[in-house]
């Protein structure tokens, strides 16, 4: 999809709270999830990605995370990194570094991530 694309589709965040997940949809088409547990007293601990198998390779999941952590940001939030798509993405920007909570952090890197859904099967 180009950037004129892009620039046309509308986008729409919804926190699914009974679902518990953060939903992105397109032009009104759900196209990726972000499931969530959200933790006292203002934590979210962002746990798997998805996304649409006809909307993957589009950058959606980029999208939806950005929008995620702005979201959490306008709630005075913070986040643990649990995700490995989520830590792979802080690995690679500074912008959303002040959500990352200081006592539970999460991952601090996409392998042990991985490494630790595999053996919880999640």
């Known amino acids: 999809m180009s950037s004129e694309e892009q620039a046309l589709v509308a986008e729409e965040l919804i926190d699914s709270v009974e679902r518990g997940r953060f939903e992105l949809y397109r032009d009104g088409e759900l196209v990726g999830w972000?499931?969530?547990?959200?933790?006292k007293p203002n934590?979210?601990?962002?746990?798997?990605?998805?996304?649409e198998s006809s909307h993957q390779h589009q950058g959606v999941a980029g999208a939806m995370v950005r929008r995620v952590f702005d979201e959490i940001r306008a709630r005075e939030g913070t986040i643990t990194?649990?995700?490995?798509f989520v830590v792979e993405f802080l690995s690679r920007t500074t912008a959303y570094a002040d959500l990352i909570d200081a006592r539970h952090p999460g991952y601090s890197d996409r392998a042990a991530a991985e490494s630790a859904q595999a053996k919880t099967g999640g």
């Open 43 to 51: 934590r979210y601990a962002l746990r798997h990605t998805e996304v």
């Open 81 to 84: 990194a649990i995700c490995p």
């Open 34 to 39: 972000l499931y969530y547990t959200h933790l």
